[in-house]
């Protein structure tokens, strides 16, 4: 599992409240990913992170921001959860040049 | 912009024989072509990956053929067994202009496969 842990694994909110998610790795590694992932979607990458403080927007940022403040915590903020956010996030490393390593996913329902 | 075709959304296969799933490509700039399986409730595991070096890559019973003319790339699994039942990504990623290296993957979206008995 390459060391990260998503918190929490699984969350139920309202539309209009803000909710963090949290991810957790071990091992050091520089680039990190927040990906969501939809039916007939696939993953899309939201925001990636190549440093600490070092952020840089996916494909579908809108409505999301991200912090990073040490090595081994990459947070993911929906400032105002909507319900097209409902969705599957995966966090993910990248070991090496190019190989990326994913967590176990928090499963997010927006009410 | 979809940049990465997978198909065919869902495959049926009886144990034993090939799954084939198949991507498509546009950005002639991706050069890393990586393929992951994923299980119900589990995130996205890597299981083999590929460089448009070479035509073909195998890993025990997984192969990776690519077509870079064709701007194609296909998972082919020989002697499938029920255990391969899962979802497969293809994805694709290239270098970015600030040259930090394949920092972004573009994944495809998914191939549920179902190996029957």
């Known amino acids: 599992d390459a060391g990260i842990t998503q918190s929490p694994r699984h969350k139920v909110t309202e539309t209009g409240t803000p909710v963090t998610l949290r991810c957790h790795q071990t091992e050091n590694h520089r680039y990190m990913y927040w990906y969501r992932q939809d039916p007939g979607h696939g993953l899309r990458l939201i925001h990636y992170s190549y440093g600490v403080k070092d952020t840089d927007k996916g494909e579908v940022s809108d409505g999301y921001s991200v912090s990073r403040s040490k090595t081994e915590d990459f947070l993911l903020t929906l400032e105002s959860a909507t319900s097209s956010q409902t969705s599957v996030y995966f966090c993910?490393?990248?070991?090496?040049?190019?190989?990326?390593?994913f967590g176990p996913g928090t499963r997010l329902l927006v009410l | 912009q979809q940049q990465v075709k997978q198909s065919p959304q869902s495959l049926i296969v009886q144990k034993g024989g090939i799954s084939i799933i198949n991507c498509a490509y546009e950005?002639?700039?991706?050069?890393?072509f990586p393929w992951y399986q994923q299980f119900p409730g589990k995130g996205p595991a890597l299981l083999i990956a590929?460089?448009?070096?070479?035509s073909e890559k195998k890993e025990g019973r997984f192969t990776i053929s690519f077509n870079k003319s064709a701007k194609q790339f296909s998972l082919h699994i020989m002697d499938s067994q029920p255990g391969d039942s899962a979802t497969y990504f293809c994805?694709?990623?290239?270098?970015?202009?600030?040259?930090?290296?394949?920092?972004?993957?573009?994944f495809g979206t998914g191939t549920r496969l179902t190996i029957i008995p």
């Open positions: 590929i460089r448009p070096d070479v």
């Open positions: 994805a694709a990623s290239s270098p970015l202009v600030r040259g930090f290296g394949n920092e972004k993957l573009t």
């Open positions: 950005n002639t700039a991706f050069d890393y």
């Open positions: 993910a490393i990248r070991s090496g040049e190019e190989t990326q390593y």
